[in-house]
């Protein structure tokens, strides 16, 4: 009895021995592949004449931080190998304020402050036309020393096509769209701030 509880015992070590070594031999064989991940890039270029911040963005999109894709029949399909860096919400605040660098300090001489949010609908790779589609729909709020004042939206919906056929291809096409829509929100909240000091 005592050896046999002797040898169940050495084959238990052994075992426990061999598991981080199988595991690591899973994870380096070949038919493992490396999820990568993808950020947007979207060139600077500040907003200083405009007093705002930017708030929260819902994401309604249907894609996560996997890429998303539609296929034919209007069939969805999620790349689990090709991933985005945050979910779309966060990754449009982010390049907000990387490309608009908003001025939040609420302490300004006519105490007026608009603020950004919006709703993410699509955020997709088009398979069949091989674009990347963006829609975004932009609210502002507009408060003077604090209290709200009225507001608006503005829905934008770009599109680019994908030169190439990688997933580096794909992220710069998204790029793209995200850059255009920046553009077009940036005239919004100009053509905004300069509505509310007409009527202050």
């Not at 405009?50 to 034919?72: I, P």
């Amino acid at each position: 009895m005592e050896l046999r509880k002797r040898i169940t015992g050495t084959m238990l070590a052994a075992c426990g021995l061999l598991l981080p070594l199988l595991s690591g031999c899973a994870l380096m064989s070949s038919n493992y592949i490396e999820p990568k991940e993808y950020d947007l890039s979207v060139p600077a270029e500040p907003l200083t004449d405009v007093q705002f911040e930017v708030g929260t963005f819902r994401n309604l999109s249907g894609s996560d931080r996997r890429f998303l894709y539609r296929e034919k029949a209007e069939r969805m399909l999620s790349d689990d190998y090709s991933r985005w860096l945050l979910t779309p919400d966060l990754m449009l605040e982010r390049q907000l304020h990387k490309a608009l660098f908003p001025r939040e300090t609420r302490n300004s001489d006519n105490g007026r402050l608009l603020r950004l949010s919006g709703t993410i609908y699509r955020f997709e790779f088009d398979r069949e036309n091989k674009t990347a589609i963006l829609t975004v729909n932009y609210n502002i709020r507009i408060f003077v020393d604090r209290r709200p004042m009225g507001g608006g939206s503005l829905s934008v919906t770009t599109e680019k096509p994908i030169e190439g056929d990688t997933p580096a291809s794909a992220a710069a096409a998204m790029s793209g769209c995200v850059a255009d829509s920046i553009a077009a929100v940036r005239k919004f909240l100009t053509e905004t701030n300069a509505e509310t000091q007409k009527t202050k």
